[in-house]
């Protein structure tokens, strides 16, 4: 069975510049999950959706960024300008449904540098 | 609002000798608690996930255990190997399995 599928697996960008990122959920899986973790604490997370609806999204700084589900499957994360404190792994995670016991399984991250 | 936190935040240990990481989470109406394993460069890969009402899960040389009233966790490596140095993070879900981590141990394990 694939896992979770990101790209770009690195990104180094200027501030105010903009960037985004993909995730290919396991085959299947209705709840998908984007986290941020900062180097030296754990993953925290921005967004959760549910098929292609949004579940949770009371942590993402809308501002700057923004995410989408279109059809329910592959996701986007994008940051829009980004600033020197974006610099971070971005973890993309699904699960079947949205179950307390359900097993989350994560993609490699997306490690995003901003200079 | 649920706070985790994890002790030591590293630890380096010769090969072959047994160890403990400490887990402590603020709200003990857990549904469940999960161990990850981090290793760099590299997403999260889910070690053991023991239930509210378990208090113990194994898995190999891998051992688990969760008190809810105390409010911890404790992770024991047993025999330990260089193979086992990583980041290991624990997580507790609230609603909509929104997992809340911990900052995670950073272990090594030397020759």
């Known amino acids: 069975e694939a896992g979770v599928a990101q790209s770009p697996r690195y990104k180094i960008i200027e501030k105010r510049q903009s960037v985004a990122f993909w995730c290919n959920p396991i085959?299947?899986?209705?709840?998908l999950y984007w986290y941020q973790q900062i180097l030296g604490q754990g993953p925290k997370l921005l967004i959760q959706?549910?098929?292609?609806?949004?579940?949770?999204d009371s942590q993402l700084p809308k501002d700057r960024f923004s995410a989408e589900r279109l059809k329910g499957v592959d996701s986007t994360l994008k940051i829009q300008p980004a600033k020197l404190e974006d610099s971070a792994v971005y973890l993309c995670?699904?699960?079947?449904?949205?179950?307390?016991?359900?097993?989350?399984?994560f993609g490699p991250g997306t490690r995003l540098t901003v200079l | 609002k649920q706070e985790v936190t994890q002790i030591p935040a590293a630890l380096s240990v010769p090969e072959g000798e047994n160890l403990v990481l400490n887990c402590s989470f603020t709200d003990s109406a857990i549904y469940n608690l999960q161990w990850f394993r981090q290793d760099p460069g590299k997403g999260l890969t889910s070690l053991l996930l023991i239930q509210s009402s378990q208090r113990e899960q194994t898995s190999g040389r891998l051992n688990a255990s969760l008190d809810k009233s105390s409010g911890r966790s404790t992770l024991y490596i047993a025999a330990s190997q260089p193979g086992d140095s990583a980041t290991y993070l624990c997580?507790?879900?609230?609603?909509?399995?929104?997992?809340?981590f911990g900052t995670g141990t950073q272990l090594k394990v030397e020759l």
């Open positions: 997580a507790v879900p609230g609603g909509g399995n929104k997992l809340t």
């Open positions: 995670a699904s699960t079947l449904m949205a179950g307390n016991t359900d097993t989350q399984y």
């Open positions: 959706f549910q098929n292609n609806g949004v579940v949770d």
């Open positions: 085959s299947g899986h209705a709840t």
